[in-house]
């Protein structure tokens, strides 16, 4: 079974500049995330979803990020413009969910961001 | 608000010694409770999970961890660790009921096993 892929690994981008990072979960997994984990930290959510919608983007910083998860597989995490602080890894992250349960989540590699 | 605490930031431990993670959450519900690992170079996993019934559970790699809802805790403990547990161990807890729920991280304790 495949796991979450990533991409780009890696990516250095001056401020300013738009970023975009693809995540393709694992097949049949209906709930998605997306994580950012800065250095010495554990991953902080911005956006969960369940199938195309999204269910969670109370932390998501709407001004320059944005997100799509377009029939409910592949999704795509924008960044525009970038800044500094924005120099993190951003973890995509698939799950099933049920009425019963949550369940633990699989996660990618990760796309490495630095912003100078 | 939901949170999830580890108070060892880091640990150093020789080959053998023995070894318990703390994590104290804060949420008064029903929860999930995960701990994932992370090693050199590679993504995060799974390492143990506790959803309901007894609350001791294992998980791979001679893993534990007990769940004790009066502390509101998840300790992870492993009797005797190897060089290769050398990583970062995060505590997670899933808070709340389908569609409102909350997956919640700590800030992780970095480990490393003296050979």
């Known amino acids: 079974e495949a796991g979450v892929v990533q991409s780009p690994r890696y990516k250095i981008i001056e401020k300013k500049q738009p970023v975009a990072f693809w995540c393709n979960p694992i097949s049949g997994h209906n709930t998605l995330y997306w994580y950012r984990q800065n250095l010495g930290q554990g991953p902080e959510l911005l956006i969960r979803?369940?199938?195309?919608?999204?269910?969670?983007d109370s932390q998501l910083p709407k001004d320059r990020f944005s997100a799509e998860r377009l029939k409910g597989v592949d999704s795509t995490l924008k960044i525009q413009p970038a800044e500094l602080g924005d120099s993190a890894v951003y973890l995509c992250a698939s799950s099933l969910l049920s009425q019963e349960s949550v369940y633990e989540q699989y996660f990618g590699p990760g796309t490495r961001l630095t912003v100078t | 608000a939901q949170s999830v605490s580890q108070h060892n930031h880091h640990v150093i431990l020789s080959e053998a010694a023995s070894l318990e993670l703390g994590c104290n959450y804060s949420?008064?519900?029903?929860?999930?409770l995960f701990w994932y690992v992370q090693y050199p170079g590679q993504h995060l996993q799974l390492l143990l999970k506790y959803f309901s019934g007894d609350p001791l559970v294992k998980g791979i790699k001679g893993f534990e961890a007990e769940f004790i809802k009066s502390k509101f805790s998840f300790n992870l403990r492993k009797p005797s660790v190897q060089w290769s547990d050398t990583a970062e161990y995060f505590c997670a807890v899933n808070a709340g009921t389908s569609g409102t729920y909350k997956y919640i991280f700590g800030t992780g304790t970095r480990l490393k096993v003296l050979a």
């Open positions: 979803y369940e199938n195309e919608e999204a269910v969670d």
């Open positions: 949420y008064g519900g029903t929860v999930n």
